[in-house]
């Protein structure tokens, strides 16, 4: 796996092929460790890299390593849609209530940056009712929430959410 990362950086995108070829005949983690390299120091979007994270995913369907691989390098290349899609399933399949709570936060910020304040505002008040008040996640959370509305101009809108939140829970 080092040697896939020593080569990858060293030759950088004329490592494709030989990336490729590398990894048709090894074992899973091999291929894992082809994917990473290429999701994380070669050239995204390349039809190349693509077809290795599409190769990985088929192979792990199941596997949420893979996926949020490959929602992390889908968000960082700025494929905000595809992120989006992959951390709400990520949210729905996993049964570990903090990763579901990442999950949801991230996809929250995507719809935000999509311009979805509605949808995104919705997520995050439903992990508020999830969280709790004295934890750290809870004030990141409303922390985020207030911010949809500030970064929005809309103050008047913050303020009816605060009266309905202490009407909610007083």
């Keep these: 796996e080092i040697q896939c990362l020593e080569l990858f950086r060293s030759a950088g995108a004329d490592a494709v092929p030989v990336l490729l070829r590398y990894s048709e005949d090894r074992e899973e983690r091999v291929r894992r460790a082809v994917a990473v390299t290429l999701g994380a120091f070669g050239p995204r979007g390349s039809d190349a890299a693509l077809a290795v994270w599409k190769r990985l995913e088929a192979e792990q369907p199941d596997d949420a390593r893979v996926l949020e691989m490959i929602a992390s390098v889908s968000m960082e290349d700025g494929d905000i849609q595809n992120a989006l899609q992959r951390y709400e399933a990520l949210a729905e399949k996993t049964t570990d209530d903090y990763k579901q709570t990442q999950f949801r936060l991230k996809a929250a910020t995507l719809q935000l940056r999509l311009g979805n304040r ?3 505002r919705s997520v995050l008040e439903r992990l508020l009712d999830r969280l709790d008040p004295d934890s750290w996640m809870y004030r990141d959370v409303r922390e985020q929430l207030e911010a949809s509305y500030l970064e929005a101009g809309d103050s008047a809108g913050l303020f009816a959410w605060f009266e309905a939140r ?5």
């Design 166 to 170: 202490l009407k909610a829970h007083p």
């Design 118 to 120: 509605e949808a995104a």
